[in-house]
């Protein structure tokens, strides 16, 4: 039977309850439980376990955590996330990714590449919706604005 795991893991379970520990305003405890975590995961040695004096480093060494844990799975999902509030402990900044432009057969590198961006706060983080949903709706849900 080929079976693909799906859905959250216990280290994201862990970060989660770290996470929330900690904006709730227990990062001690938050710091603690990130550190069960990092006991479970690493080989045992000199490895340091974490410590914070604040909330605010609290918060900024989970997240680093969330990213070293996770780093394909769930880093588009935390953008989103974060990019919707005004905390400023978050880690989100403006998202840069260069192209160069291509075809069937070449690479143009070349030419001067084409730089994106994609700005904190932008609307552009929302998906669309179906078109479908909106119909269903009967005209209580409207597109997402970008």
Do not use: C
């Not at 974060?82 to 030419?111: C, G, H, Q, W």
């Not at 009967?138 to 997402?144: F, K, L, V, Y």
Request: charged share 30%; aromatic share 8%; net charge positive.
């Amino acid at each position: 039977m080929n079976h693909i795991p799906s859905g959250p893991t216990t280290a994201e379970m862990y970060l989660i309850k770290a996470e929330s520990q900690a904006r709730l305003g227990d990062y001690t405890q938050a710091i603690e439980t990130v550190n069960t975590l990092r006991a479970k995961r690493m080989v045992p040695g000199k490895w340091v376990k974490l410590q914070a004096n604040n909330q605010t480093e609290a918060i900024r060494q989970i997240l680093e955590e969330r990213r070293r844990e996770m780093p394909f799975s769930q880093r588009w999902f935390d953008l989103r996330r974060l990019n919707n509030n005004e905390d400023p402990n978050d880690d989100i900044a403006d998202v840069t990714r260069t192209f160069y432009r291509i075809s069937s057969t070449a690479i143009y590198d070349k030419e001067e590449p084409i730089i994106y961006t994609l700005k904190k706060n932008s609307r552009k983080y929302a998906f669309p919706i179906r078109e479908n949903e909106i119909e269903l709706s009967n005209g209580a849900m409207q597109q997402n604005i970008y």
